[in-house]
């Protein structure tokens, strides 16, 4: 096995399995009443063992699915949706191992939740998440977004995917902000979404490092 093809199945490996870890933490994600903090909190309190795996498994998905990515603008033989493929890939390889460590917010939240008054802890909260410089850090995941976007439209005009992934996302950005987070299996199925195509390029990787190997003469 060369180098190159022990990198392609490597990299679809890490690209099926990503978003099925996604799905599994959206899956085992505590129930949230509502949208509010204090509810957010309650639901990360409720359950601890349940919110440690969730996040164990969010912390996962977003790295491996990361990493895997960087090898996806090498689908693209062409000049035809390469640039695209690129900024789009480099944009949502920043955002999903940036994102990966803000999984630790649980754990904090999870705590407070359990050891002081809910008013107490949610002003503890709001304290953290208006810190001047946590915000722009966690607006990376904008980037990640527009992101995935770019990198499902570069693909689809490549042919690596069709564009039938582009209407998914689309779809699945849409549902993330009407769909109520209290009805968590619904929400969860949504946010997945948006990382399915992901397993049909992972696919595609995988296709590639089954190809022949070039004969030198």
Not at 75 to 90: E, P
Not at 146 to 159: C, K, Q, T
């Amino acid at each position: 096995m060369t180098n190159e093809t022990f990198l392609y199945r490597l990299a679809g490996g890490l690209l099926i399995t990503g978003p099925a870890l996604t799905f599994a933490g959206m899956l085992t994600s505590p129930s949230q009443d509502g949208p509010g903090t204090a509810d957010y909190i309650a639901s990360l309190a409720r359950d601890e063992t349940m919110t440690q795996v969730s996040a164990m498994l969010l912390h996962y998905s977003n790295m491996l699915t990361g990493l895997g990515l960087l090898v996806v603008p090498l689908l693209v033989r062409g000049a035809k949706g390469r640039l695209l493929t690129l900024i789009g890939t480099l944009a949502a390889v920043l955002t999903m191992l940036n994102i990966s460590g803000a999984i630790k917010d649980d754990w904090w939240r999870m705590v407070i939740g359990n050891t002081v008054p809910m008013d107490v802890a949610v002003r503890i909260s709001d304290a953290v998440d208006n810190s001047a410089l946590l915000s722009p850090w966690r607006d990376v995941a904008m980037l990640g977004f527009l992101g995935l976007l770019l990198l499902y439209i570069g693909l689809a005009r490549a042919g690596v995917l069709g564009w039938w992934a582009t209407g998914v996302y689309v779809v699945a950005l849409v549902g993330m902000f009407t769909v109520p987070v209290s009805l968590t299996l619904v929400y969860g199925v949504v946010f997945t979404s948006l990382f399915a195509p992901l397993t049909v390029v992972g696919a595609r990787v995988l296709g590639r490092s089954t190809l022949p190997e070039p004969v030198l003469v």
